[in-house]
Nanobody, 126 residues
Framework: VQLQASGGGLVQAGSSLQLSCAAS????????AAWFRQAPGKEREFVSG???????TYSDSVKGRFTISRDISKNRVLLQMNTLKPEDTAVYYC?????????????????????WGQGTQVTVSS
């Protein structure tokens, strides 16, 4: 499956952005999906994921502010980001987990994901 991430930008703290991860080649709903982010000098970290069955998981740092969802009709996964903070600044990557055994699996370790989008930059100014 090929993934294309979009929707990043430069915004002020407190603003909102919606990231989109469009899939081609296979129905995205067949896979677990997740968003990761990587800030300069830091490791890639899990942000949010959604399983094949629709179970959602968030990191503590974004819980209550970010919402992940599937848009089945457009074969994409969305990440609605509200109340953005400067510490949310990073390159955001979407990924597909094609090998999750259980439909409810949301794996937070990026090593399990084998299809990645190209990344989209999110910059939040204070």
């Amino acid at each position: 499956v090929q993934l294309q991430a979009s929707g990043g930008g430069l915004v002020q703290a407190g603003s909102s952005l919606q990231l989109s991860c469009a899939a081609s080649g296979r129905p995205f709903s067949s896979y677990g999906a997740a968003w990761f982010r990587q800030a300069p000098g830091k490791e890639r970290e899990f942000v949010s994921g959604i399983s094949r069955s629709g179970k959602v998981t968030y990191s503590d740092s974004v819980k209550g502010r970010f919402t992940i969802s599937r848009d089945i009709s457009k074969n994409r996964v969305l990440l609605q980001m509200n109340t953005l903070k400067p510490e949310d600044t990073a390159v955001y990557y979407c990924a597909a987990d094609r090998r999750a055994i259980f439909s409810s699996d949301v794996r937070v370790d990026h090593h399990y994901y084998d299809s990645w989008g190209q990344g989209t930059q999110v910059t939040v100014s204070s």
